[in-house]
């Protein structure tokens, strides 16, 4: 069995529904499924192959392209087992790890004092009993009218998606029957730093995720093969079929692989979900998929220990779409091994030596870090805009009352006036914020003008009375960048707008 491990952080947020619904709420994964990287890879290199070679890496499950599960100081951690209960009135959580002596398998029986359980279910543990929870957030969005061209306010959907920055580790595992020249292109593929496009969106503003190559060990420690009682532990989602070759969410040894034992259904802990995987090639979706959700717990009771060539049978898979990373189990392993778990040694932050040791000047590395100050810099502007824009819808309101004007009136600088500002931004160079500034309030015709119309309405604040050329020539310095003056100017001409639809609707009224 051949195995690439690779590390994938997320530069943008990622979609990964968990239903492929088109009504109601978009809930998210909190993994990255293999379906996702198997995709990426095979949009890659699939025309590259031959038909039996491209269905021997892509469809044949021969070559396994894991979930990506969440990594935390280049440690792996693994969803939260579903035998796992605390007291419901006693947290075994504290200050983010898992306090085992607080933890009890009921593999192994209930609590002695009959308190009522609560079952540990959302998450993800690391071997030093550190709890994960991956940052998601929603956003809001609404379809266009292609009539219009406008947003449609009765089209209103939202995404939930993974936050960026988030690192995940997976793995491509292969097996022998795989030859060596077939999987060195595989691994080709990944060997090397890039980039993948990853769920859904990808075209507008999420999706892409950076990867590179790590040697990392993704399995739980296990225990030696010496009891009758055998825990599969399910790392991934689990599909199953029964004797007649339809899917099954009951466990049965055979659909295990095995030809002995009996499931033990007192000490096993299912959940189960189903959902449709899209097929881009194919413009539809495959056939539903009935999981046993990863976290789930099945105990098998056998007449003697397994042998290894049943444990190697197990941890090489079982049940169905094997390719897309499903039926990752882990066999006996130490941290279900007894009543309440023992933990690792607590895990100290990454150092920087455990980095990939890629040099400065790499071209990838130096974009993405160029990137990355662009980004602080633009969320930089974006603050300032936000809050300079808040200030002007105020001055309108202000100028008004001060004034006296009605609302069927305007007062102000107009929609018009802010595009001129902006206009003047957007030609001058980003470097030459002083120029934009004379340009706008300096020479014998500058862009505002202290008694030019709108500019020169007045209206009383903190700083006293004063008009709105005066207050722009104020607020300039705290954009403090050109860019953020281009910004800013948009949002001007969006809050001026807004009083002219004010102004508007009062007409209408009267």
Known sequence: MRELTFKLTLLEDVIVNQRPTNQGGHKSLDYVPGT????????????????????????????????????VDEHPCWPLPLCWHDKKLESALQDGCINGARVQNFQHGAFADDAQPKQLRDGYVRADGRKVNIQKSLRMKTALDPTTGRADDRRLFGYESINAGQSFVARIRASDEVSAELWEQVGAVLAEHGELLLGRSRSAEYGRADFWSVGLALEPATAPAQSKQ??????????????????????????????????????????????AIWNAHRNGYDLERQVIQHGSVITLQLDSPLTDAERQLLAAGIGLHREAGLGWVSVDPKLLATAQPTFAPAIPAASASLEPSEPQDAPLIAWLKAERGEDDVLREAEKRT?????????CYELARAYAGVPAHLPIG????????????ARAEDSANFDWLKRDLFEG????????????????????????????????????????????????AMRVADRERDHKTSANLEN
């Open 230 to 275: 055998v825990t599969l532990w399910c790392l991934s989602d689990v599909a199953l079929l029964d004797e007649n070759g339809q899917p099954s969410l009951e466990p049965t040894p055979a659909a295990l692989g095995l030809t002995r034992g009996e499931i033990d259904w007192t000490r096993s802990f299912l959940r189960f979900r189903r959902y």
């Open 36 to 71: 996702l990287l198997l995709g990426a890879v095979a949009a890659r290199l699939y025309a590259k192959l031959s038909p039996e070679d491209a269905w021997q890496v892509f469809h044949s499950g021969q070559v396994q392209f894991g979930d990506a599960l969440p990594l």
């Open 413 to 424: 600088p107009s929609k018009a006036q802010w595009g001129s500002v902006y206009e003047k």
């Open 386 to 394: 936000r809050a300079a824009g808040k200030n002007l819808k105020k």
């Open 444 to 491: 014998t015709n500058p862009v505002c003008k202290p008694a030019g119309e709108g500019w020169q309405d007045a209206f009383r604040d903190d700083a006293g009375v004063r008009n709105f050329c005066a207050w722009f020539s104020d607020a300039i310095d705290t954009l403090k960048t050109v860019q953020t003056v281009r910004l800013f100017a948009r949002e």
